[in-house]
């Protein structure tokens, strides 16, 4: 992944424009300080310290479509309140500020989770499935994004150590090395490749009916370009093989109180080592793109109509 790290220092002012399509050419934005106000002192070691202990799930999210907080357990009224006010101040910090700066992207996105990562992940023992330490590209975010993509915004808040990520490649590279490999269904498809059927509008529109009282349902919704995503992302971090590839592989070391954002669906990556991270995920949609030909959805069609 050539230029995967692209660094913008917010003191010379940032071009939304060059940023949106660093993002998009598949380059992890990098900023070597936080450009987002980190929680007081006090809440930072509050967060280091104690939620630890009381982590229930993969991470601690705060979902803002419910207003819930999930991850904790055995966790006090006062603890839950505490760290409810703090990642929805975060969530708030950080889409301020990219719809300050980039506000191209974030025109009609959807504001996901934002999460706090209180453990080591080095050898955290998960299945391969939930493991960060595994290469990987994003897939079906909050049920079905139908395309669009999935862009990412961390701060690593550890004060003494970085947070490690290894890449074997934008999604291009990786698609075009085990596209085939993974068995994605694009060779003969033809132009309905990934196209919905009637079944998935179906789904769609009585997941969307239902979710009106319950938001949370998002999730069980789906689209054949979702599966798809999901199916090459479970091939990445159950094929040995391609673990192992060093061809196009690169580690990244992101400083104590550093922050960047990726479009995870366009980047493998992998988090090798780190702890105490601040991860905030939205939905861009695609026709916010500056260059939709990058876009996941567009290369796999484009395969399709190559092929078919």
């Not at 220092?9 to 990098?30: P, Q």
């Not at 980190?38 to 202990?53: A, C, G, V, Y």
């Amino acid at each position: 992944m050539k230029k995967a790290l692209c660094f913008f220092n917010e003191a010379l002012g940032i071009d939304s424009k060059e940023l949106a399509s660093e993002l998009e050419r598949g380059s992890i934005v990098v900023f070597p300080k936080s450009p987002v106000a980190l929680p007081s002192e006090d809440d930072l070691i509050f967060m280091r310290t104690e939620l630890p202990k009381l982590l229930k799930r993969k991470n601690i999210s705060y979902y803002p479509e419910t207003g819930k907080l999930r991850g904790l357990k055995g966790a006090e009224v006062d603890v839950v309140e505490r760290v409810n006010r703090i990642l929805i101040k975060v969530n708030g910090d950080i889409a301020k500020f990219l719809q300050e700066n980039i506000p191209q992207l974030t025109e009609n996105w959807t504001i996901g989770t934002c999460s706090f990562r209180p453990l080591e992940e080095k050898e955290r023992s998960l299945k391969p499935h939930a493991s960060n330490e595994l290469v990987h590209i994003d897939a079906g975010a909050y049920g079905a994004t139908n395309g669009d993509r999935i862009l990412r915004f961390f701060i690593n808040v550890n004060p003494h150590e970085d947070r490690v990520w290894a890449s074997q490649g934008s999604f291009l590279d990786v698609f075009k090395r085990h596209g085939d490999k993974a068995d994605l269904g694009y060779t003969n498809a033809g132009p309905r490749y990934l196209s919905k059927s009637f079944l998935d509008h179906l789904r769609t529109g009585l997941v969307r009916l239902l979710s009106l009282g319950i938001p949370s349902l998002k999730i069980i919704d789906s689209s054949p370009y979702d599966r798809v995503m999901r199916k090459f992302h479970n091939y990445m971090k159950d094929t040995p093989d391609f673990q192992k590839d060093r061809n196009n592989y690169e580690e990244y070391n992101f400083p104590p109180l550093s922050a960047w954002m990726v479009y995870t669906d366009g980047v493998s990556h992998a988090c090798l080592s780190g702890q105490y991270v601040f991860v905030q995920t939205a939905l861009v949609p695609l026709k916010n793109a500056q260059l939709p030909e990058l876009a996941p959805l567009n290369i796999l069609r484009k395969a399709a109509e190559v092929v078919g």
